[in-house]
């Protein structure tokens, strides 16, 4: 199992970011994925998970509205939206997997399989 996060950078206050997370190893379109994130400092926090149909579990009520999940599973691949991002989103994104077709509740912050992050910096 392999996943691949991209599409991090630097941004400033008020724009957006879309993170991208390419599966190998295995069949990304049978499993649910999800995106947590861990700023310095600060515990890992849950941000959504979508299963196989597309059906979505948001985990941290601050993100709702401005970020959204979605996946191509031709692609092989998971999708973040961030927008409006202020300071405050400054982490490491990870993208993520239970092998599992079902969302856990569970907060979004223990998955059995995660990639390696991909860092979002919001400052002006």
């Known amino acids: 199992v392999q996943l691949q996060a991209s599409g991090g950078g630097l941004v400033q206050p008020g724009e957006s970011l879309r993170l991208s997370c390419v599966a190998s190893g295995f069949a990304l379109s049978r499993y649910a994925m999800g995106w947590f994130r861990q700023a310095p400092g600060k515990d890992r926090q849950g941000i959504g998970c979508?299963?196989?149909?597309?059906?979505?579990?948001e985990y941290s009520h601050s993100e709702k509205g401005r970020f959204s999940l979605s996946r191509d599973n031709a692609k092989n691949t998971v999708f973040l939206q961030m927008n409006n991002l202020s300071p405050e989103d400054a982490a490491i994104y990870y993208c993520?997997?239970?092998?599992?077709?079902?969302?856990?509740?569970?907060?979004?912050?223990?998955?059995?399989?995660r990639g390696q992050g991909t860092q979002v910096t919001v400052s002006s």
């Open positions: 993520a997997t239970n092998l599992a077709d079902f969302c856990l509740d569970n907060g979004g912050r223990s998955y059995d399989y």
């Open positions: 979508i299963t196989t149909g597309g059906t979505i579990t």
